[in-house]
């Protein structure tokens, strides 16, 4: 059993069209880490350069937002699923 | 049109333009579940979600992350997935603002319905080659088949 990582639409183009991924277990930056290994450049789209997580991006673990679970730190056991959502917003004008 | 084909049927559509009528003078806003077929992309479910911005909920739009994690899972589960957004314009019209388009995932399709005076108009779909960029305007059309037009479906916000 893996990590299920679930890859939403704007990032499938680096995952060859997948929208659920394996990964190895860890902590959430060890999963980006193997992530961004197996589909490169995938990290960078949810990551800035220092490290955190973008301001449009939120990680969900098991339905509960990884901000309240320890962040990037927050440990992902094998059957866990990390899902990747694409902050959705706008307006007008 | 340079955004592509999206395949909207007429319920769906007339979904999207009750939930923005219930909505107004506050802008609405909902995800679109469906597939990726030959022409392009057909939704076969428009879903409700809350927006966040309270402060200005008539002119700004935060889709709830939990609404959307939800609606990844129960379409991953029925072999679909997310293939856009739609949002309301209260009095404006239905073109991409300039918010829109700095806000715009590439990828998605979003779907705009005007509104003026509480009554709903036009309606259109954009894409977006990325964050910023200039939309594309998608050629929304109101069938795909038969087939799965039984299926579509307006269901209320999760926990609303």
């Known amino acids: ?58 990680l969900f673990l098991n339905d509960e937002d990884v901000r309240s679970q320890g962040g990037l730190q927050a440990p992902v056991k094998d059957g866990d699923v990390l899902s990747i959502i694409p902050a959705i917003a706008g307006g007008c004008p | 049109m340079e955004g592509g084909v999206l395949c909207l049927p007429r319920s769906c559509e007339a979904a999207i333009r009750r939930h923005g009528e219930e909505a107004y003078p506050d802008e609405a806003c909902g995800i679109l579940i469906g597939r990726t077929v030959s022409r392009g992309v057909a939704v076969v479910e428009v879903r409700r979600a809350r927006n966040l911005n309270t402060d200005r909920a008539r002119d700004r739009y935060d889709l709830d992350p939990l609404d959307q994690l939800r609606a990844e899972e129960e379409a991953g589960l029925a072999g679909l997935a997310v293939v856009g957004f739609y949002h309301t314009h ?8 300039r918010t829109d388009a700095n806000l715009a995932w590439p990828g998605y399709h979003y779907v705009i319905c005007a509104l003026a005076q509480g009554k709903p108009g036009d309606l259109r779909a954009w894409t977006f080659r990325d964050r910023g960029a200039e939309p594309r305007e998608s050629r929304v059309e109101a069938e795909e088949g038969r087939s799965w037009r039984s299926r579509c479906a307006s269901r209320p916000p999760y926990g609303g």
């Open chain 1, 1 to 58: 059993m893996a990590v299920k990582v679930r890859i939403p639409a704007p990032l499938r183009g680096l995952t060859g069209g997948r929208g659920e991924v394996d990964a190895a277990p860890g902590s959430v930056f060890e999963v980006l880490s193997g992530l961004d290994r197996s589909f490169a450049g995938i990290r960078s789209k949810i990551c800035e350069e220092s490290g955190e997580v973008r301001k449009y991006v939120r």
């Open chain 2, 90 to 97: 209260p009095d404006h019209p239905a073109s991409a603002s």
